[in-house]
């Protein structure tokens, strides 16, 4: 299946339920602007959604919003850090399972839309080993919500998705 088929798919059946998701992920009052800040306990999560490409496999997605400023450590820099992991889950077994990257990513573009997932990072090969079947994705915005490069300080590094892989 391309990429774009599976995009319409998850978009036709589940597009309310990922804005809702994206919604609260994005609202101030999930913002994560430091160690005790409430929504630093608990990161938002949707799902189980069935999965495109994989008819025994359920998915879960969870989300978080940091400051830039608490995420690198570094006082005053500017913006957020917004993540999105994606976890496959075999529906009769329940052991995590990989979905197809092609799947992931369209999962993303989902969520955030093309003004955004275009300038996600993946970050499969910093923690593809230790969760097998989760994949996580940064974005990095400006404090008006414009997409921005991955600042020099973030510790964590990864790759863009493949910018425009969907049309």
């Not at 593809?128 to 008006?144: A, M, N, Q, W």
């Amino acid at each position: 299946m391309l990429p774009d088929e599976i995009l319409t798919k998850i978009e036709k059946k589940h597009r309310d339920k990922l804005e809702q998701f994206k919604q609260t992920v994005m609202t101030d009052a999930n913002l994560v602007d430091g160690p005790n800040s409430p929504a630093a306990l608990q990161p938002i999560r949707a799902g189980r959604f069935k999965s495109i490409t994989n008819r025994f496999a359920d998915l879960t997605l969870m989300g978080d919003r940091h400051t830039l400023a608490h995420a690198t450590s570094t006082p005053g820099l500017a913006g957020y850090r917004v993540s999105l992991s994606i976890a496959g889950h075999h529906r009769l077994m329940g052991r995590r399972l990989e979905l197809p990257m092609e799947e992931n990513f369209a999962w993303v573009y989902a969520v955030w839309g093309h003004e955004w997932a275009d300038y996600s990072y993946n970050l499969r090969a910093i923690f593809g080993g230790s969760k097998v079947g989760t994949i996580y994705y940064l974005l990095y915005l400006s404090e008006d919500l414009q997409p921005i490069p991955m600042p020099d300080a973030e510790t964590l590094r990864g790759e863009l998705i493949q910018p425009g892989v969907f049309g």
